[in-house]
T-cell receptor
C-alpha cells in the first residue's frame, strides 16, 4: 500500500459546482496533514493545514477521518481559477518529520 | 520577501558533465530538502537536511550529492548526470518546530540530460 494515495483524476466540473477529493494514508501515527495546490509544473503552494478534525477557509473545507485514515478536500462554488493539481501531504511523524506527497488530483473547471 | 530561490531555472546538459543546482532560503529555516517530480510519480525526496552539516538520504538519493555548509544554502550536485535524471527539481525549506507548518518551495529547475 502506498503511504499516501490520491485519485489522479482529472475531475472535470462546471463553474459553480462543488467537488470533493479524497486522500488515504497508511501511517496511523501521522499527526499533521496538508493540501497543496500546484499549477502547471510550477512550485506547490500550501492551501490548507489540517491538525485536528478539519479546517475551513472560505470555499475550501478539509476534513480528517483518523479512524479510516483519510482526509478530504471540498471545494464549493468552483471557479475557473481553481483549475490545478491538488496534492495531499502527510507528515509521517517519524524522527525527521518526513512529509510524503500524494501524486495529486487534477481539477479542471470549465465555463 | 520570504522565499526560496533556485538556479538555474532551466538546464540542458550532456551525460557525464558535472552540474550544481543552487538553492537558497531567507527564512532562517533549519530544514531543507530536494525533490524531483516526474509524471505519474509525484514529488519524491532526494536528500534532506535538518541543519548545518546534517544531511541524510531521502527516497531517491542515487546519483546525487548535497552539502549544507551554511543554513541558508543547500546545493544539489550531480557528479555524472545521466538521462534518467531528466526531471523537474524543487528545493524546499520549513521550520522544524511543531506545528510543522508551511513548506516553502523554490520555483523549480527543469533539467534535461542528453
Amino acid at each position: 500500500r502506498k503511504e499516501v494515495e490520491q485519485d489522479p483524476g482529472p475531475f472535470n466540473v462546471p463553474e459553480g459546482a462543488t467537488v470533493a477529493f479524497n486522500c488515504t494514508y497508511s501511517n496511523s501515527a501521522s499527526q499533521s496533514f496538508f493540501w497543496y495546490r500546484q499549477d502547471c509544473r510550477k512550485e506547490p503552494k500550501l492551501l490548507m493545514s489540517v491538525y485536528s478534525s478539519g479546517n475551513e477557509d472560505g470555499r475550501f473545507t478539509a476534513q480528517l477521518n483518523r479512524a479510516s485514515q483519510y482526509i478530504s478536500l471540498l471545494i464549493r462554488d468552483s471557479k475557473l481559477s481553481d483549475s490545478a493539481t491538488y496534492l495531499c501531504v502527510v507528515n509521517m511523524n517519524t524522527g525527521f518529520q518526513k512529509l510524503v506527497f500524494g501524486t495529486g488530483t487534477r481539477l479542471l473547471v470549465s465555463p | 520577501e520570504a522565499q526560496v530561490t533556485q538556479n538555474p531555472r532551466y538546464l540542458i546538459t550532456v551525460t557525464g558533465k558535472k552540474l550544481t543546482v543552487t538553492c537558497s532560503q531567507n527564512m532562517n529555516h533549519e530544514y531543507m530538502s530536494w525533490y524531483r517530480q516526474d509524471p505519474g510519480l509525484g514529488l519524491r525526496q532526494i536528500y534532506y537536511s535538518m541543519n548545518v552539516e546534517v544531511t541524510d538520504k531521502g527516497d531517491v538519493p542515487e546519483g546525487y550529492k548535497v552539502s549544507r555548509k551554511e543554513k541558508r544554502n543547500f546545493p544539489l550536485i550531480l557528479e555524472s548526470p545521466s538521462p534518467n535524471q531528466t526531471s523537474l527539481y524543487f528545493c524546499a525549506s520549513r521550520q522544524t518546530a511543531f506545528p510543522y507548518n508551511e513548506q516553502f518551495f523554490g520555483p523549480g529547475t527543469r533539467l534535461t540530460v542528453l
